[in-house]
């Protein structure tokens, strides 16, 4: 494992006015020929190392703590790929950044395009590997706004594509999953639907007034449920919770095992927090000492990013990076358990780019010990260069309250965890699969 700073300061700034944090994890299988990831979270303003921490990381937190404070993680995506978590846009989390640096989806798809080009730079041993990039949730702009800017330029010979998933794509979109998927989870009483529906809300943009006083009935409605998996446990320790009240959802039995993961961890991100301010950690970790104490994600980015672009459909950027690929490849994921970036959303966007599927809506599975093969979601390809897959009770995150959301939607779109964490063995069977020869 490797970790330390990519210099992505532009031309005229002088070196190391902007240093992208970086924790590099080499594949615990073949890493001399297995890909090499680059994942980040999404926000925007959230750090990649809460994606290491808390989902596909080679470790996970601990409440209590041991000689590390880490437990090892079964369903890290290290296992078959070289996995490298960064914190951008830079200011996030270790990262360091130029006082005033005016945040946006064009400054971040630069700098990241310098870090992927840094770090192949510096880890020269890697510059032949098959390369794709992966995030989630405002990772739907992130990763197709990159992705376009490294067809374009034609500098990363080995780039192969992108996974991102539940993005954010639209918010209209995504306004409207929100909303439905609690209908379809039977949440919300008919005849308030039946108002969100006359009243045109599905595709009011910004909100009608009449709209915000619909959705501000369904939030006090929803307001005892995780918004990000809808089914899944919240952190309900107080003094984890910063004065936020919280439910804690009972065990419950499914056919075929525990219904949540059995190391699933409503308060992990807290505990992550603690380890990655220790200083042993931050001395070990090659963190320069002017760096901020880490954070999940920056307020102040989150707040200041530029709302033009966190408004702005990603779907003619779609268009874009599909027209220059040739042999790369792309999937979006999906969680249904998600109301946040939900299944509902992206089929509104996936559906309406005209693309002929070539298998439409087919399952996949995983294995089990003791039920055999289980329906873990749906997959639909459109040729070889683009798939949409879901991935059945799979959430965007497990930890957040419902009033944290709604502030957060309030200053930007705070999204953070998705799939691998409430899913964690689909997602790395999934990941397995699209990685592969044969996909």
Known sequence: MFSGYIDVSETN????????????????????????????????????????????????????GNATGLKMNDFSWNKIANMVFIEQPVGVGFSLAPKGLKYGDEQAATDNHRFVKGFFKKFANYAASDFYIT?????????????????????????????????????????????????????????LWDKYEAAGCRTSFPASDACNEITGQMDSILGGFDPYALDFPTCNVQELASGRQERFMLMRKIKGGEYFPEDYEACASNWGNEYLNRGDV????????????????????????????????????????????????????????????????????????????????????????????????????????????????????????????????ATVNGYFFSVPQTRPRQALELLTSFLSSDW
């Not at 299988?29 to 994606?51: H, I, K, M, Q």
């Not at 490294?150 to 996974?163: E, T």
């Not at 998927?181 to 005849?191: E, I, V």
Request: proline share 7%.
């Open 282 to 409: 931050r001395k070990a970790m090659h963190v320069d000492p002017s760096a901020a104490s880490w954070s999940m994600c920056n307020g102040a980015i989150n707040m200041g990013y530029n709302k033009t672009d966190t408004n702005a459909p990603m779907m003619p950027v779609w268009k874009d990076v599909l027209a220059l690929a040739s042999k790369e490849k792309f999937m979006v994921y999906s969680g249904d358990d998600d109301s946040i970036c939900a299944t509902l959303g992206s089929q509104q966007w996936v559906w309406s780019f005209g693309l002929k599927p070539t298998s439409t809506w087919e399952p996949w599975t995983i294995s089990t010990d003791d039920d055999g093969d289980q329906v873990a979601g749906f997959l639909t390809k459109f040729g070889s260069k683009f798939a949409f897959a879901t991935v059945h009770g799979a959430g965007h995150m497990g930890k957040f309250s419902y009033a944290f959301f709604l502030f957060l939607i």
């Open 13 to 64: 700034e002088p070196a190391g006015t902007r240093k992208m944090f970086y924790f590099f994890a080499e594949s615990q299988r073949a890493p001399e020929t297995d890909p090499v990831l680059l994942w980040t979270n999404g926000g925007p303003g959230c750090s990649g190392l809460g994606g290491m921490m808390t989902e596909m990381g080679p470790f996970r937190p601990t409440k209590t």
């Open 135 to 191: 995030s989630e949730s405002y990772g739907g702009h992130y990763i197709p706004t990159l992705a376009r800017k490294i067809l374009q330029s034609r500098d990363v010979p080995n780039f192969r594509g992108a996974a991102v998933g539940n993005p954010l794509t639209w918010m209209p979109y995504r306004n409207y999953g929100q909303y439905g998927t609690a209908h379809g989870h039977q949440l919300l009483p008919k005849p």
